[in-house]
């Protein structure tokens, strides 16, 4: 896991023309750009990820395209020490460019705890 304040890093291996969905906003982010000046912010918060892990991953590779898709599990921190834990299911769509896997979609979606 990377430093969510390193935005920089977190950003190295996506693509310029890179697109995202996710539960944070209602149409697609468009652009390496936004998702960082979006992601920037987000860096600084006192709420921090303490633990992460990627379940039931899957990747299928055609050619020069791979898609990987799996479940997030999570546990973020606040400055007071109180825990969250945090779920989603997530798609992530890389494409080999100049011999580089990049990164080009992704969709992160919420996965909500079972009703009982």
Do not use: C
């Amino acid at each position: 896991m990377t430093d969510p304040g390193n935005i920089a890093e977190a950003f190295k291996n996506i693509a310029h023309d890179y697109t995202e969905f996710n539960a944070d906003y209602s149409t697609r982010l468009d652009g390496k750009s936004m998702a960082m000046r979006l992601s920037e912010p987000s860096g600084k918060d006192p709420n921090r990820i303490a633990a992460a892990e990627m379940l039931n991953s899957k990747v299928q590779v055609y050619g020069d395209t791979a898609i990987l898709t799996y479940n997030f599990a999570g546990v973020s921190k606040n400055k007071e020490g109180e825990i969250k834990t945090n779920r989603a299911k997530s798609t992530r769509v890389y494409v080999k460019q100049g011999g580089k896997w990049k990164l080009v979609h992704a969709n992160f979606a919420p996965d909500p705890q079972p009703k009982n």
